[in-house]
């Protein structure tokens, strides 16, 4: 099953399944959102029905839903909407990398971790996308690139040795064609920023990678419309082709009624050995993830100590 977070008219999930319905090896179905839903995190629908349309998308059985990228996933895998529950969830491909702290922003990823919750194998999915160098074929190369991973996956499925523990993120680079070449070394072996070749031959690079602590940082800036700015991808970062407001924009908006927009402020924290780095470098990323958020050792350490010390302390001060 497919999903997404750009909706289900996205040239990047449209070209994955283009790719996957190719191959005429797997029933595909799409339950993707109605419209985009990018940076949604893993919000879910909860007071309100969802509406589900169903749509033509050529080889697959498809349908359009209102709600987030993890109420997709949700309901394509609940046996609700689809005759039975698929043995792999897709979630892509997305426009703009989801690398490092950007991973917790991504509906994409979301898309991957819900279905990963609720106990079956997935993978999310993004293109590093840049204005003015990329294009739409690109998500085309991307989707094949990613071939030989997603018939692995589904081999280790039917043979009952794909580990239940872990997701998987893929980020491509921005030139995909050309990314880098690298030695044959098996595709599922190991889990320390190794480095693998496809087993088609065809000198396209991957590395398992850990995930980083890239991010950029963002601020606020006050506009006169709400068409003011350009599109924010998934990876926090802005399109140029921003649009500018008009006389007619600036007097529709009240003195009482402020409007703001995020915008880009710092770069990315830099780090070796990381899904970020490794992606810059021009490597297609593999980079297994959970579902907890636990807090790094010296952090625990650190509070092991002093919870103690403030109940002391509160204990002594009651007295």
Partial sequence: MVTNDDGIDAPGLQALVRVLVAADRYDVFVCAPDS????????????????????QVSGAIAYAVSGTPADCSSLGISKALFPCIPDLVISGIN??????????????????????LQGLPSVSISYDWVGGKSNVHDYTLAAEACSPIISAILTEIKNN?????????????????NHKECGVVSLMAGLN????SSSVGDGRGYKLTN?????IKMGWRQVTSEAQGGKMLSTMTMETNSVACTDKDASAISPDHLLFKREVEGAYVEEEDTDHSA?????????????LSRAEMH??????DWLPSVIERTSSSAL
């Fill in 193 to 196: 920023n190794e480095v693998y």
């Fill in 299 to 304: 952090s625990q350490l650190f509070f092991k």
């Fill in 36 to 55: 985009e839903k990018s940076a949604f995190s893993h919000s879910i629908t909860w007071l309100h029905p969802l509406s589900v349309k169903r749509v």
């Fill in 161 to 177: 040795t794909y580990p239940q523990s872990c997701f998987l993120n893929i980020d491509l680079p921005t030139d995909v064609l």
């Fill in 279 to 291: 992606l810059r470098e021009g490597y297609i990323t593999v980079t297994p993830l959970g579902a």
């Fill in 211 to 215: 995930q980083g602590k890239s991010i």
């Fill in 95 to 116: 426009m703009g990398s989801n690398c490092g702290y950007h991973i917790i922003y991504s509906g994409t990823v979301a898309g991957a971790r819900e279905a990963f």
